[in-house]
T-cell receptor
Framework: ETGVTQSPTHLIKTRGQQVTLRCSSQSGHNTVSWYQQALGQGPQFIFQYYREEENGRGNFPPRFSGLQFPNYSSELNVNALELDDSALYLC???????????FGPGTRLTVL | LAKTTQPISMDSYEGQEVNITCSHNNIATNDYITWYQQFPSQGPRFIIQGYKTKVTNEVASLFIPADRKSSTLSLPRVSLSDTAVYYCLVVQGGKLIFGQGTELSVKP
């Protein structure tokens, strides 16, 4: 059974650019959630996708957007990057809704 | 909006029982309370999940009072490898809300 994978592992961008982060969910999981984790902080919920539809969103501006594909993999897109967007971005999949989530290793984004 | 509060840090010694409490108000009445463990440079790992009263698995117990305004994670007989950050996670208004985390340090 393959766990949750994320790509890339590290990424450096400059302010104003756009970035796309990718996540492959665990086999059999139809729900994917994305989180932003700043250094020394707990993960902050960005949004969740269930069967290709957004199923909840945290307090993030519209420049944070996402997609879930028919195979339940997912993308997180961030436009007009700001310095404060520098963080670890975590993806988690679960069998359904808010059940036990399985996290990927994260993508470390640095915005210069 | 639900707000969660956890102690920032705790110290313990090997073999002791550790209890970490998370306070959470206004959480959804029909969703689980979940606890995760996180090591540096890794994603959080599921420990235990419960709705009310007491839940026990092979690594921890979770105590939730009837009012569901708090939950306590109990780790029996901790070892050095339990040194990590522990988070509670609750659901409120369709949002998944993590606590700020408790950094547990286990000493020999």
């Amino acid at each position: 059974e393959t766990g949750v994978t994320q790509s890339p592992t590290h990424l450096i961008k400059t302010r104003g650019q756009q970035v796309t982060l990718r996540c492959s969910s665990q086999s059999g999981h139809n729900t994917v959630s994305w989180y932003q984790q700043a250094l020394g902080q707990g993960p902050q919920f960005i949004f969740q996708y269930y069967r290709e539809e957004e199923n909840g969103r945290g307090n993030f501006p519209p420049r944070f957007s996402g997609l879930q594909f028919p195979n339940y993999s997912s993308e997180l897109n961030v436009n007009a990057l700001e310095l404060d967007d520098s963080a670890l971005y975590l993806c988690a999949s679960s069998p359904k809704g808010y059940n036990e989530q399985f996290f990927g290793p994260g993508t470390r984004l640095t915005v210069l | 909006l639900a707000k969660t509060t956890q102690p920032i840090s705790m110290d313990s010694y090997e073999g002791q029982e550790v209890n970490i409490t998370c306070s959470h108000n206004n959480i959804a009445t029909n969703d689980y309370i979940t606890w995760y463990q996180q090591f540096p440079s890794q994603g959080p790992r599921f420990i235990i999940q419960g709705y009310k009263t007491k839940v026990t698995n092979e690594v921890a117990s979770l105590f939730i009072p009837a009012d569901r305004k708090s939950s306590t994670l109990s780790l029996p007989r901790v070892s050095l490898s339990d040194t990590a950050v522990y988070y509670c996670l609750v659901v409120q208004g369709g949002k998944l809300i993590f606590g700020q985390g408790t950094e547990l340090s286990v000493k020999p």
